[in-house]
């Protein structure tokens, strides 16, 4: 019988959460795995549930009322093309197909191109918020047409999470828009953890103890920095492994692991001539803690001072606050601007407002101070930089001396700060009106002739100098 509303391919834990997300709306869903006991065991799991489970494609497809939605929740990359092949001699003209993994958007690029060329419809997808998030309402970042985004609008609002009402989905942009934005997120994502660490880091040199830890960032979770991440960090914090009865934390091995999007985020960046100095330290923080070797070997012959900070814990909580709050602002701001950027290269048309909104919940970078930031892209769509919207402008110019004070704290300790660094090194570079790239013109120009221009001349004349012979 083709009456099921929806169908999903790939029945990991976000694919069978997110079932269930669409199923509690009221809409019937088939499934299909490509191991059939794995199908047979979700559907036997959930009797009660309006459920129809597939043993072949062919059955799946058939099972779908016209035109069929199918999302495909598989390992991004070859998987996607390989389940969408074999989708396609199954399905009709105007049949909806939805990646929903984290898929490079070059890839959706494609697919959208792909598909459309054969008459189905494409909608490449971001989902954020984890297998919770998958179950309970994630945020969605969909891309393609805007008449299918019409025909699948439905079903997207009512699986996503809500936020004074408002659901955290909206129509990105055409082609790979959608996952684009689920690129940056995951940047974003990226740099908000590798803050929060070098948080921690600054705070264990201070001789905080995990139980204390978890107070700190379970306070801060009440206050302007509320967010998933600062909510889990506080829980994480609480957590005693079983077989030792210690904090978990202390027993978890410092070397992070990473899938590849916050890569892409600072290649893309690169290739934009974007500056997003936060995330990139974000990402080369991780690479640097996977090598542990040479860490521990370097550890025993290269100096630095005692990793300790004498400060009252009390006075230091409100300037790692202040510190981390401000590095957080410009990597949001570093990552919309890299967003703008693209957008209008690519005539997206993006709306930094909507994006901004629906990352209000749902997904895993959703925080208080978000609200904020959707009000000062409302207010203003052609804002050029985050951090000259009045309410940020007043935060950093309020924040900027205990983050100073934070980074050369942790640099004379000898402690790691490589993001809160960044971030500070963007802000006094973005505010300074002179900067010694004088020298550097200078310099491009003595070796290659680069031409330069004069403070006393109009923009745009070019000077050469005939500089003097280096012999040797
Ligand atoms: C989300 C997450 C999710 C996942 C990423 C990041 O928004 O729900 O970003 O997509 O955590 O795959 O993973 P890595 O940290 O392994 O790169």
């Not at 083709?2 to 694919?15: E, H, K, P, R, Y």
């Not at 990352?359 to 208080?368: M, P, Q």
């Amino acid at each position: 019988m083709s009456n099921s509303d929806f169908g999903l391919i790939g029945l990991a834990v976000m694919g069978q959460n997110l079932v269930l997300n669409v199923e509690s709306r009221g809409f019937q869903v088939s499934v299909f795995n490509r191991t059939t006991s794995v199908t047979e065991e979700f559907v036997a799991a959930h009797p009660d549930k309006k459920l129809v489970g597939a043993k072949t494609l062919e059955e799946f497809v058939q099972s779908l009322a016209s035109p069929r939605k199918v999302m495909i929740m598989v390992k991004a990359g070859g998987p996607v093309d390989a389940v969408i092949e074999s989708l396609i001699p199954l399905l009709d003209q105007g049949d909806i197909i939805i990646d929903g993994g984290n898929s490079l958007y070059t890839d959706t690029e494609r697919r959208d191109k792909w598909l459309g060329d054969l008459g189905f419809r494409f909608i490449g997808a971001g989902v954020s918020g984890g297998e919770e998030g998958a179950r309970k309402g994630p945020s969605i970042m969909p891309g393609g047409p805007a008449s299918t985004w019409d025909v699948m609008r439905p079903i997207f609002e009512s699986i996503a999470a809500k936020v004074d009402g408002e659901p955290c989905v909206t129509h990105i942009g055409p082609g790979g828009a959608g996952h684009y934005v689920k690129m940056i997120h995951n940047g974003i994502e990226y740099g908000d953890m590798q803050l929060i660490c070098e948080a921690y880091n600054i705070f264990k040199a201070a001789g905080f103890e995990p139980k204390e830890l978890a107070e700190v960032f379970t306070d801060w979770n009440e206050g302007d920095l509320e967010s998933y991440l600062i909510q889990i960090t506080s829980k994480i914090f609480a957590q005693k492994d079983p077989a030792t009865g210690k904090p978990l934390v202390d027993l978890i091995l410092d070397t992070a692991g990473q899938k590849g999007t916050g890569k892409w985020t600072i290649m893309n960046a690169v290739e934009n001539t974007v500056v997003i100095s936060t995330i990139n330290a974000a990402v080369e923080a991780r690479i640097l803690s996977s090598m542990k070797d040479q860490r521990v070997a370097a550890s025993k012959v290269l100096e630095g001072p005692k990793p300790e900070i004498d400060a009252k814990k009390k006075k230091l909580v409100k300037k790692v606050h202040d510190a981390l709050f401000a590095s957080k602002i410009i990597s949001y701001a570093q990552g919309l601007d890299l967003i703008a950027t693209m957008g209008k290269e690519k005539g997206w048309g993006l709306d930094l407002g909507k994006i901004a909104a629906i990352w209000r919940g749902g997904c895993i970078i959703r925080a208080r101070f978000l609200n904020h930031i959707t009000e000062a892209y409302r207010s203003n769509p052609e804002l050029g930089n985050l951090m000259l919207a009045p309410y940020f402008t007043d935060l950093l110019n309020d924040f900027q001396e205990n983050w100073r004070e934070v980074i050369s704290m942790a640099t004379l300790a000898g402690i790691p700060v490589p993001a809160f660094s960044a971030s500070l090194g963007y802000y006094d570079s973005y505010r300074s009106a002179v900067l010694p790239a004088n020298l550097l013109q200078a310099q491009r120009d003595f070796f290659g002739a680069h031409t330069y221009e004069r403070v006393d001349k109009p923009r745009g004349e070019m000077f050469h100098t005939d500089w003097p012979e280096v012999i040797g």
